[in-house]
């Protein structure tokens, strides 16, 4: 099995700050993906990538960017962080099965 | 677009009841279809995948779903519900054929047993 490390657990930041969420693959697969899991809407998707600087807007980009400069490296970035992105995110990396991070609940105060 | 309609947030049954999930999604080709399930402070967890083949598919702890193309649905089932059942179950559809690609998931209904 592919192995997804998002790099905390848990993280707590302040309003305005500029957060970096980072997702690393062992494995050399092209597509990887970032969501985010709020109760009674389900995993929504942020932005994904095919391959290195690549990336495509999922269906809730607003407020949010990423980067891959590296094959095994997707990171989400929250440039001004705000408190309604408070949530739980997660990094899937799919390649003939889809493979999931621990997920990094981030709160905003 | 693409999108996957769970009907019903929440579900209960006793313990040794039948548990039907439901599942619709909205396709212009058939797509994979997968549900997950997620228990408490867990990850999500693959419980079962339709590809191609047989339309009834069998997963773990006894689950299986089966996917009717005439209905556009792919709803979950387990004739005995357990105890140890209770968790939130996602559905989920990846919309191309030629191999896994992006996922798409339902709100997720939350499954509880009581005695």
């Known amino acids: 099995d592919v192995k997804v490390t998002q790099s905390s657990r848990y993280l707590v930041k302040r309003t305005g700050e500029k957060v970096f969420l980072e997702c690393v693959q062992d494995?050399?697969?092209?597509?990887m993906f970032w969501y985010r899991q709020d109760p009674g809407l389900g995993l929504r998707l942020i932005y994904f990538?095919?391959?290195?600087?690549?990336?495509e807007k999922g269906d809730i980009p607003e407020g949010y960017s990423v980067s891959r400069e590296k094959k095994e490296r997707f990171s989400l970035i929250l440039e001004s962080a705000s408190t309604n992105q408070t949530s739980m995110y997660l990094c899937?990396?799919?390649?003939?099965?889809?493979?999931f991070g621990q997920g990094t609940r981030l709160t905003v105060v | 677009a693409q999108s996957v309609t769970q009907l019903g947030s929440h579900v209960s049954v006793s313990e040794g009841a039948l548990v039907l999930l439901r599942c619709n999604y909205s396709?212009?080709?058939?797509?994979?279809l997968f549900w997950y399930v997620q228990y408490p402070n867990q990850g999500l967890q693959l419980l079962l995948k339709?590809?191609?083949?047989?339309?009834l598919v069998k997963g773990i702890n006894g689950f299986e779903a089966e996917f009717k193309k005439s209905e556009t649905s792919f709803h979950l089932t387990k004739p005995s519900a357990h105890m140890s059942d209770a968790a939130e179950y996602f559905c989920?559809?990846?919309?191309?054929?030629?191999?896994?690609?992006?996922?798409?998931f339902g709100a997720g209904t939350r499954l509880a047993v009581h005695p």
């Open positions: 899937v990396v799919s390649g003939t099965e889809a493979f």
């Open positions: 494995m050399d697969h092209e597509n």
């Open positions: 990538s095919y391959d290195v600087k690549m990336k």
């Open positions: 396709s212009s080709v058939p797509p994979y």
């Open positions: 339709y590809t191609t083949g047989a339309t």
């Open positions: 989920a559809v990846s919309p191309f054929s030629g191999g896994y690609n992006k996922l798409i």
